[in-house]
């Protein structure tokens, strides 16, 4: 017993060294694979957050763009369908992702229980994310039969408007030749008229012979006031009546021989000079007076058988005067009555 104790002590201590060293790389090499899986996982955890990450992304942008989806023609909207494909896409991936990380996770039991809670919450944001991609859709497509309908009621206008430009250019066209046959029809009238006119100054210069205070001037056949009334009186004289009756005779002569489709009248304006008016109970102005007298030669005429309906009086006052010089000579020429055979 003593030798064997002796011989233990001759050995030296026992050498436990080698175990732990293999207890310890064991430790570790467990250490490592539980870390290397936990990395694995928070690897595919962060790739899929990203992924989650991308897809709000674009569903933000494909939000943004279908506000502006009335405005886009077909180039647009499939911009838009390719966008919506590309979002589609990318939820597929993530499910794809998703599958396969919860095989991983269940692979790892009960020590990867919080990692497996977090891919519940980044399941239920990609199912949120293809709600939202179905909605999406929903959108686009009734856009687009939106689109479609807009399209429709253009074409519809189009159309209205090029049978409305069709019938505005024959609208045009019958104007334009309504208005040729009216011009025609009116140079035909005046010149008529004019025949007429010609005729009716010819015979009344027969008629009333060289006088020279009763004259033509251009169409206008021109009596000076002294041939008809009194100084401030709007009262024929007997000379003017006897004037007036052969102009009269004259006229119906000439009337007689003018269509009744040619719309003829004979107006007779007064005029007066720039003398004003003093102390007449009758007349306050040469309106009153020169109004007076173109009345008064109008009711001479319709008693001589000139129709009303073919005569018209006007009163210009001094306001329309021959001769402005304000002599003697101009006064007599201003102060007038002009017969003037027209048309309504």
Do not use: C
Request: charged share 25%; glycine share 6%.
């Amino acid at each position: 017993m003593a030798s064997r104790s002796r011989r233990f002590r001759d050995q030296g201590p026992v050498n436990i060294w080698p175990g732990f060293v293999d207890a310890l790389t064991t430790l570790l090499l467990a250490i490592s694979f539980l870390l290397s899986v936990f990395m694995l996982a928070q690897f595919f955890l962060s790739q899929a957050l990203s992924g989650r990450d991308e897809a709000l992304v674009r569903l933000n942008r494909q939000i943004a763009d279908l506000t502006d989806l009335l405005a886009l023609e077909r180039q647009a909207n499939a911009e838009l369908r390719l966008s919506v494909s590309s979002l589609s896409a990318g939820v597929e991936k993530a499910n794809g992702e998703r599958d396969t990380l919860r095989a991983q996770l269940a692979e790892q039991g009960e020590n990867a229980e919080g990692l497996q809670g977090e891919v519940g919450a980044l399941t239920a944001e990609l199912d949120r994310e293809k709600a939202l991609s179905a909605d999406a859709q929903a959108q686009v497509d009734l856009l687009n039969r939106q689109l479609a309908e807009l399209r429709e009621q253009l074409k519809e206008i189009a159309a209205m408007l090029d049978q409305s430009d069709t019938k505005d250019r024959e609208s045009q066209a019958v104007i334009a030749d309504l208005g040729r046959r009216l011009n025609l029809a009116l140079a035909s009238k005046v010149e008529e008229l004019a025949r007429y006119r010609s005729e009716f100054f010819g015979r009344l210069r027969e008629v009333l012979g060289d006088r020279q205070d009763v004259r033509i001037v251009g169409d206008r056949f021109v009596f000076q006031s002294e041939v008809l009334f009194a100084s401030g009186s709007a009262e024929l004289g007997q000379g003017g009546q006897d004037t007036l009756a052969r102009f009269a005779a004259t006229l119906k002569e000439i009337a007689g021989q003018i269509p009744t489709d040619l719309p003829w009248i004979l107006r007779v304006d007064g005029h007066t000079d720039v003398t004003p008016i003093l102390n007449s109970p009758l007349y306050a102005s040469n309106w009153e007076l020169s109004t007076a007298r173109a009345v008064a030669v109008v009711k001479f005429l319709i008693a001589q058988g000139i129709p009303a309906e073919r005569l018209a009086a006007a009163g210009f006052g001094e306001f329309q005067p021959l001769d402005a010089s304000g002599t003697t000579e101009a006064l007599a020429r201003n102060r007038r009555i002009e017969l003037k055979l027209t048309e309504r």
